[in-house]
């Protein structure tokens, strides 16, 4: 006859028996935290051939002798488990009676809880030990001229010596002068300003080129360590007025050599990435001032090459010219706007309407002009729009504050996107949770509408009645009405005769919700000084209505 031992649910310590019971209760605000602790330091830090998955004998879950008194979330990720058996579940669970012998048949709890993640099924003490950021945290290069340069990008121990020993290896469309500057810049991390000074002074890089921006965004993006007085080891020249002074001066050489070309797109965000690492890092009253103007001047040249690229693409007429001047403009916006990312008081960036007009523009150039699916763009493109994200959710707040006391830069934005829009109500804030919407109805007139007017001040999406700013569908772009009039130059319509005399080969136009009342669409911009509205009735081509105003 046999009788089967009764196990103690809990450990014999005391401390074990309090770490099981607390977490067979543990508080969700506290289990959510370590989940989201453990998200980001396992799942998002460390490589994954680095942890080494195990199965543990048991988990505090599936313990059935306490599953009755567990509470806690359901998603719960951090739990204890043991790699040792209970009695219950071992060939001596059962024990001979009769027996004089009490502790063989009452014994103590057998297991040996250990935190453990239920994610990676891997004990926390270990898959802790391989968190390692810096994948993660350095810059890829692109493939191309450059790609064979990752290790001069990822570390600093390189010497320049082991450079110009590489030499051999320069590609073939780059200089050995360019591949040596590339290589030297980040030798030796406590030289890395001074070889940055001395590179915008030589311009011996090719700074068009967005693996140059990645080169040097790691350069002064990477922190480095600490020295006894908390102190950026790294970094210490930027506590140099001199040197700051110098930088600017050089920077400042170096827009006005690119200031006039939207082809130097790269440049200009390299400039003004450069001047925001300035300004975040210093107190010097005499290098803020200095370089909020030079941001000013930054964000008055950009912007009057991003109207003008907006200005070609209006009259683009080739869907390939198009989709090239798409990137151009949204880079060229978001490059505008990054004049405005500096960790500084929002005061001190936005002190005029015309600082409203310009965020607000470059939020629907942006908006527009980016694609739903960001798999294709490069790189450097997917840098600049998440630098964005990151500097809109930062202004947002004073952006609203500013446009309900001061309407006239967001009218200006308005009118400079909408042809035909006119000022009417105050701009307002939408109730929380969408306070990040302003809204405001234009003013009528004698043979237009009001129309409602709502822009997101945090994604640059800009509706009028409801409507998103675009193209012609393709129903209208194919339709022959729309051929005969914008199309073939060969036929000549009575309708609209003086504008198919100077009509280039068909055109497909960007369009707003109309104002008029019948109409459907309208241009955006003015055809030979007019706007042309689109309304399709029917589907025959008799009833299509056009109508220039």
């Known amino acids: 006859m046999t009788i089967t031992v009764h196990e103690w649910p809990l450990p014999a310590g005391e401390k074990e028996a309090i770490a099981v019971v607390f977490e067979l209760g543990c508080p969700i605000a506290l ?9 980001v330091l396992v799942d998002v830090c460390t490589p994954q051939e680095e942890i080494s998955r195990t199965n543990a004998f048991i988990t505090l879950p599936d ?6 008194y567990r509470q806690c979330h359901q998603k719960q990720r951090l739990t204890l488990a043991s790699n040792a058996k209970p009695f219950t579940k071992c060939h001596y669970k059962d024990v001979s009676i009769p027996t004089e012998d009490v502790d063989s048949i009452c014994v103590n709890n057998g297991l040996v809880f250990q935190p453990f993640d239920t994610v990676t099924t891997t004990w926390a003490a270990n898959v802790l030990q391989h968190c390692d950021s810096s994948r993660s945290c350095t810059f890829l290069l692109p493939k191309g001229p450059y790609d064979g340069l990752q290790q001069y990008l990822s570390g600093t121990s390189h010497t320049s010596n082991e450079v110009i020993a590489n030499q051999a290896y320069c590609h073939k469309d780059m200089t050995i002068h360019e591949f040596i500057a590339f290589g030297a810049l980040r030798s030796g991390p406590r030289l890395q300003w001074m070889n940055v000074l001395r590179e915008i002074r030589a311009r011996t890089l090719n700074f068009r080129r967005e693996e140059v921006h990645l080169l040097l965004a790691q350069a002064v993006s ?52 450069l001047v925001c690492r300035v300004l975040s890092s210093t107190q010097e009253e005499s290098v803020k001032n200095r370089g909020y103007l030079f941001l000013q001047r930054i964000r008055t040249a950009t912007f009057t090459l991003l109207t003008q690229l907006s200005g070609k693409m209006q009259t683009s007429n080739e869907e390939t010219v198009s989709q090239d001047l798409q990137g151009r403009i949204r880079d060229m916006a978001v490059t505008c706007r990054s004049t405005f990312d500096v960790d500084e008081d929002a005061s001190l960036l936005l002190t005029s309407n015309d600082d409203i007009k310009i965020f607000a523009y470059c939020a629907v150039m942006i908006h527009v002009n980016t694609p739903s699916q960001l798999s294709n763009l490069s790189q450097h493109s997917k840098l600049l729009l998440e630098r964005d994200k990151k500097c809109c959710h930062v202004l947002e707040p004073a952006i609203r504050r500013y446009a309900e006391l ?114 459907e669409y309208a241009t955006r911009g003015n055809l030979c000084d007019h706007q042309v509205s689109h309304s399709r009735c029917h589907h025959s081509v008799a009833n299509d209505a056009l109508a220039c105003s």
């Open 406 to 519: 001061h309407r006239e830069g967001l009218d200006c934005a308005m009118a400079k996107i909408l042809g035909s829009y006119r000022p009417g109500t105050p701009w307002r804030a939408l109730a929380a949770p969408n306070s990040r919407w302003l809204t405001a109805q234009t003013a009528p007139s004698r043979s237009q509408s009001p129309q409602d007017v709502h822009i997101n001040l945090i994604s640059g999406c800009l509706l009028v009645d409801g409507k998103q700013l675009g193209r012609l569908p393709s129903m209208i772009v194919q339709h022959p009405t729309y051929k005969s009039i914008f199309g073939d130059v060969s036929l000549r319509k009575l309708l609209l005769c003086w504008y198919i005399l100077t009509c280039q080969p068909q055109q497909v136009l960007d369009i707003v919700p109309a104002d008029i009342p019948g109409m």
């Open 31 to 39: 289990d959510m935290w370590r989940s989201t602790t453990f998200h």
């Open 63 to 68: 313990y059935p002798a306490l599953q009755r």
């Open 222 to 273: 990477q922190v480095g360590p600490f020295s006894s007085d908390d102190d950026l080891i790294w970094h210490e020249e930027l506590n140099s007025v001199p040197f700051l002074g110098a930088l600017l001066g050089e920077l400042e050489d170096l827009m006005t050599s690119v200031e006039g070309n939207w082809l130097e797109v790269v440049t200009i965000n390299t400039i003004v990435m």
